[in-house]
C-alpha cells in the first residue's frame, strides 16, 4: 500500500487529492495545524479514513515528526497562506509559510533518508505581468504580489533540491482552479454564493473590485488528477496545468447571475476595498506539455465549472 502525506488537507485541493489517493487505496496522512475552531469541512466525508498529523509549515520539529510518523512515498506540499489579496496585508507571514515553508518541507525530507517524492504547489501568479502569451513552462517569472513573489521562491527551491540532492522533486504550475470546495473570499466561490443568496432572497447586492481582470479557470478535482500524474512519472519534472481559455471576471458573474435569471448589473457594485495594489491582468496557459507527457486533459468546462458551484450554493444556502 502506498503512502501519502498532503500539507493543506483541509483546503480545497487537499482535499479533492485526499479523495483521489483513497480511491487509488493509498495510505494518507494529511498534516492539519491547530486551531482553536476546527474546520473539517471539506474533508468530513472521509475524516475517518484519514490520519490526522499535528503541524505547521513554519515548524520544521513538526514536518519532520510527520514524515517520521508517515515514512510516505509522495509528499504533496499543498499548504499555503493561499489569498493573493491578504498578501499585501500579512506579506511577512505570507514569506514564511508559502515561501520558506517550502524549505521546511524539503528538509524533513531530506534528513529523513526516505525516497520520497515531492509536489510543490506552484502557480500562475509567479507570471504575474504579462510577458508572453499563453504563459508556458518557460515564461520567465514577473510576480505582483508578496503570494507570487513567494511561490517564485518555492518554485525554484524545488527545483533546486532536485538538482542539488537528487530529490525526485515536481512544481506544478497551476492556473486558477476552482469548486464548491473553493474558500469564500476568491473571487469564483464569492460570487456563486453570493447569486445563490440573491436568488433565495438572503443578500441584495454583491461588491466586488476588478471585473477587468482575465483568468484560466478550471475545475480542482480535474488539477489534483495532474499533481498524482506528475509523482507516477520517471523522471522528475515541472509542468503548466491550465485549460488554455481565459475569461474576465465580468464574464464569470455574467454566467454565473444568467443561470438563475438575473441580471449582474442590477446587483454588482464596485468596491475600492477589494482592488489590489497591482493586478496580474491575463493569465492563459499552454497546457501542451502536460497533455503530451502526462496525458492530462481538463474535463469541466468554464459554464459547466459555474453551474456546478451555484447548484452547490443554492443547495448550501437553502438548508440555513
Ligand atoms: P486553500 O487556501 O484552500 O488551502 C490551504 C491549506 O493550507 C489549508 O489546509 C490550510 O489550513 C493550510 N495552511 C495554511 N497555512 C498553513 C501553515 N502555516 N501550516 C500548515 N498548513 C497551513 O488552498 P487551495 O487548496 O486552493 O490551494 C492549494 C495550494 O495550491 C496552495 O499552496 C495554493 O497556494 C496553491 N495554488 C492554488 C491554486 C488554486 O487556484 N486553487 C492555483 C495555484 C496554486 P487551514 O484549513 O487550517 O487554514
Ligand atoms: P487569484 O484569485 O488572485 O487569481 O489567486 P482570486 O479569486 O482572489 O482573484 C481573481 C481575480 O478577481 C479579481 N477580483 C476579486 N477577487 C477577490 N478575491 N474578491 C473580489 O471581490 C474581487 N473582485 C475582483 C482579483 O483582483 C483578481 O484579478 C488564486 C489563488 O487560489 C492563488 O492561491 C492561486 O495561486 C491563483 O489563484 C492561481
Not at 510543490?120 to 517569472?141: D, H, I, N
Not at 532536485?162 to 512544481?171: G, I, K, Q, V, W
Request: glycine fraction near 8%; hydrophobic fraction near 35%; aromatic fraction near 12%.
Amino acid at each position: 500500500m502506498k503512502k501519502a502525506l498532503i500539507t493543506g488537507i483541509t483546503g480545497q485541493d487537499g482535499s479533492y487529492l485526499a479523495d483521489l489517493l483513497l480511491s487509488k487505496g493509498y495510505k494518507v496522512y494529511g498534516l492539519k495545524r491547530r486551531t482553536a475552531t476546527e474546520n473539517y469541512e471539506n474533508v468530513k466525508h472521509i475524516k475517518d479514513e484519514i490520519d490526522f498529523l499535528s503541524g505547521d509549515l513554519r515548524d520544521l520539529t513538526s514536518l519532520t515528526e510527520a514524515v517520521k510518523i508517515a515514512k510516505p512515498d509522495e509528499v504533496y506540499n499543498l499548504a499555503a497562506q493561499s489569498y493573493v489579496g491578504d498578501s499585501w496585508k500579512q506579506p511577512i507571514y505570507t514569506g514564511e509559510v508559502t515561501g520558506l515553508g517550502v524549505t521546511n518541507m524539503l528538509e524533513a525530507i531530506r534528513l529523513s533518508n526516505l525516497n520520497a517524492r515531492f509536489y510543490q504547489a506552484s502557480s500562475s501568479e509567479m507570471f504575474g505581468k504579462v510577458v508572453e502569451t499563453p504563459q508556458t513552462e518557460k515564461t520567465p517569472f514577473y510576480p505582483r504580489s508578496p503570494y507570487g513573489v513567494a511561490k517564485v521562491y518555492g518554485h525554484w527551491i524545488t527545483v533546486n533540491y532536485r538538482e542539488s540532492f537528487n530529490l525526485f522533486a515536481c512544481s506544478g504550475i497551476l492556473f486558477n482552479h476552482e469548486s464548491p470546495r473553493r474558500g469564500i473570499e476568491f473571487v469564483t466561490r464569492k460570487v456563486t454564493d453570493a447569486v445563490a443568496k440573491i436568488k433565495l432572497g438572503i443578500q441584495n447586492e454583491l461588491r466586488l473590485g476588478n471585473l477587468d481582470a482575465k483568468r484560466d479557470w478550471g475545475f480542482a478535482g480535474d488539477y489534483v488528477e495532474a499533481m498524482w500524474k506528475m509523482l507516477q512519472q520517471d523522471d522528475p519534472d515541472d509542468y503548466v496545468i491550465a485549460t488554455g481559455e481565459t475569461h474576465t471576471v465580468k464574464e464569470w458573474v455574467q454566467t454565473a447571475f444568467n443561470y438563475v435569471g438575473l441580471k449582474w448589473e442590477n446587483y454588482v457594485i464596485a468596491d475600492p476595498k477589494f482592488f489590489r495594489p497591482a493586478e496580474v491582468d491575463l493569465l492563459i496557459g499552454n497546457p501542451q506539455k502536460a497533455k503530451g507527457q502526462l496525458d492530462w486533459e481538463p474535463k469541466v468546462s468554464f459554464k459547466n465549472l459555474i453551474e456546478m458551484m451555484v447548484e452547490e450554493d443554492l443547495k448550501r444556502n437553502s438548508k440555513k
